[in-house]
């Protein structure tokens, strides 16, 4: 598969300049590098290597150091290095990540939701609730206020009013 054209080819023009870097870091500073990148596969049709049906893209994770050049380690400042490069593929992992990101993005959807579900129906329960009681304990104390009975039947019909708009609120809570 490698046979003519190398990994580079099958690289997504995305990930080529993490890939060329990291190559190049290895060469360049002696040190092993690692980096993830989406990378093109053939798929085979019928398990025959030979004649691909299509590809399929993945996430893999490379790992990269310069190649050991045997007891003597130096090497000449204009001296190609060989680079070992591991390739493992990484897609499951990937896939996992980008489900949770998904599942946090719901959960925070979820709980912006609830929580204006409750700071609206804590505003639409207290407020009839409010008058109810509010103006139930001034007709229990109508002695005290010197109701006539005009302002009795004003404050009956806002309890009412409030009561049913109460009952239309859990209502369409419920349902």
């Given at each position: ?5 190398g ?10 300049p ?6 190049a ?10 980096v ?10 019928n398990?025959?290597?030979?004649r ?16 050991e ?22 897609t ?5 990540e ?12 979820a ?21 109810i ?11 005290l206020?010197m109701?006539?009975m ?7 019909q806002l ?6 708009h ?10």
């Amino acid at each position: 598969e490698l046979l003519g054209h190398g990994r580079f080819v099958a690289v997504t023009v995305g990930g080529r300049p993490a890939y060329l870097t990291a190559l190049a870091d290895a060469a360049r500073g002696g040190e092993a590098r690692s980096v993830e990148f989406r990378l093109r596969r053939d798929v085979a049709r019928n398990n025959e290597r030979l004649r691909p049906s299509g590809s399929e893209f993945i996430w893999v994770e490379m790992r990269c150091r310069p190649m050991e050049q045997g007891a003597d380690m130096s090497v000449p400042a204009n001296a190609d290095v060989e680079v070992v490069a591991v390739l493992r593929d990484v897609t499951d992992r990937k896939l996992q990540e980008e489900a949770l990101a998904q599942a946090r993005v719901e959960a925070e959807r979820a709980d912006a939701s609830k929580t204006r579900f409750l700071a609206t129906m804590s505003h639409e329960l207290r407020t009839p609730l409010n008058a109810i009681i509010g103006f139930s304990d001034m007709l229990v104390q109508e002695e005290l206020m010197m109701l006539d009975m005009a302002k009795r039947k004003e404050y009956a019909q806002l309890i009412n009013d409030s009561g049913q708009h109460l009952l239309s609120v859990v209502n369409g809570i419920l349902d």
